[in-house]
């Protein structure tokens, strides 16, 4: 086998069925924006009272002033890719335990009112369109579930 043929090639364990089961905490700033998220399909940052910089997802401490933020803002479901890329090898969702059907969007979004950027699918991938700058919107989940997948994925607008 050539290298070009052996970086293809996909090893796979079969490790039978198992199941791990998992509990954290995502803390109270997590909480809240999952909680708003699931409830009411809003979406919020937290805003450093120093900078002005609004952090989606929410954080307690600002990363450049380093001070405690408090103040919840509310962000749009609407934004703009900051970062993309098409996804054309196959991954097994870890949210899911199914692979992804390829090729599929991957994006970091600036919604509308934040200053950082939030990494999701995007339901495009098509080269012409997946760009930096382009509008998209969050498409949420009808059953959500307090997940950051409650986003099911971003859409081109
Ligand atoms: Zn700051």
């Known amino acids: 086998m050539d290298k070009k043929e052996a970086d293809k090639e996909l090893l796979a364990?079969?490790?039978?069925?198992?199941f791990q089961p998992y509990r954290w905490s995502v803390g109270k700033y997590g909480s809240k924006f999952l909680l708003e998220l699931k409830e009411n399909k809003k979406l919020f940052g937290v805003k450093c009272p120093k900078c002005g910089r609004v952090y989606v997802p929410p954080r307690k401490v600002c990363g450049r002033c380093f001070v405690a933020m408090y103040e919840f803002v509310?962000?749009?479901?609407?934004?703009?890719i900051v970062v993309c890329a098409i996804i054309e090898f196959g991954f097994v969702d870890p949210e899911t335990g199914k692979q992804r059907p390829v090729p599929y969007g991957y994006v970091f979004v600036k919604l509308d009112g934040a200053d950082?950027?939030?990494p999701h699918f995007l339901d495009s991938a098509d080269p012409e369109k997946v760009k930096v700058g382009a509008r998209v919107k969050a498409v949420f989940e009808e059953n959500r579930k307090g997940s950051i997948m409650d986003i099911k994925h971003f859409t081109l607008i």
């Open 116 to 118: 950082t950027a939030l």
């Open 13 to 18: 364990i079969d490790s039978g069925d198992m």
């Open 74 to 80: 509310p962000v749009s479901d609407e934004g703009e």
